[in-house]
């Protein structure tokens, strides 16, 4: 399995400027989770997809942040417009129901987004 | 409070050595427990998980888990560099997992 994909792996954009990442599970799993990761507040969950319904969205920071899951292997973050402090790092990652006990989170490689 | 804390280090510990990290949580309703460990620049990866009082070994791994302290650790034994990363400490909540801060640990060669 590849494991799970995003892509860019890097964007660097303007202010104001729209940004689309994108996320491709792995095969199988049920859930996807979107991340953003900086040095002050760490790893903060955004918003998670079961079976490609949005469970909770809580942690997405305004209405600029919105995301989709048409179907089961692609996900979208979008945040239209952007902004300086939402450079970070960008992490999905999924992982199967949980069984017996909690489930591993697979995690992406990750996004790094630079807004200038 | 927030749900669960660590150290940020960094923590530099000489190779050959025992790396202890420690975090705690506010939550007396948890029942398992993740550490993470994630490299510069890259996302993070499961290495241990701990559901019950007491010890869980790994290989040079150990979890120690006290719920009535509300407190887990991870001990590594005969620290290599390649223990160098940012360790994270993580509870499950439902469908989701909670990640601390993470602390950042630095094995001297």
């Known amino acids: 399995d590849a494991g799970v994909i995003q892509s860019p792996r890097h964007e660097v954009t303007e202010m104001g400027q729209e940004v689309t990442l994108r996320c491709k599970p792995i095969s199988g799993h049920d859930y996807l989770f979107w991340y953003r990761q900086t040095m002050m507040r760490g790893l903060e969950l955004l918003i998670y997809f079961n079976n490609n319904v949005p469970i909770d969205d809580s942690g997405m920071p305004e209405d600029r942040f919105s995301a989709k899951m048409p179907n089961a292997s692609f996900s979208t973050l979008k945040i239209q417009p952007s902004e300086p402090r939402d450079s970070a790092v960008y992490f999905c990652?999924?992982?199967?129901?949980?069984?017996?006990?909690?489930?591993?989170?697979?995690f992406g490689p990750g996004t790094r987004l630079t807004v200038l | 409070q927030k749900e669960v804390e660590q150290n940020s280090g960094p923590l530099s510990v000489p190779e050959g050595a025992i790396a202890s990290l420690n975090c705690t949580y506010s939550?007396?309703?948890?029942?398992?427990f993740f550490w993470y460990r994630q490299y510069s620049g890259k996302s993070p990866e499961l290495i241990m998980s701990i559901y019950s009082n007491g010890d869980k070994e790994d290989g040079r791994f150990t979890a120690q888990l006290n719920k009535a302290s509300q407190y887990v650790s991870l001990l590594i034994r005969d620290s290599q560099p390649s223990d160098s990363a940012t360790y994270l400490c993580a509870v499950p909540r439902r469908d989701k997992i909670i990640f601390g801060k993470g602390t950042r640990l630095h094995i001297l060669p």
């Open positions: 939550d007396r309703g948890s029942q398992s």
């Open positions: 990652a999924s992982s199967s129901p949980p069984t017996s006990g909690p489930s591993e989170q697979f």
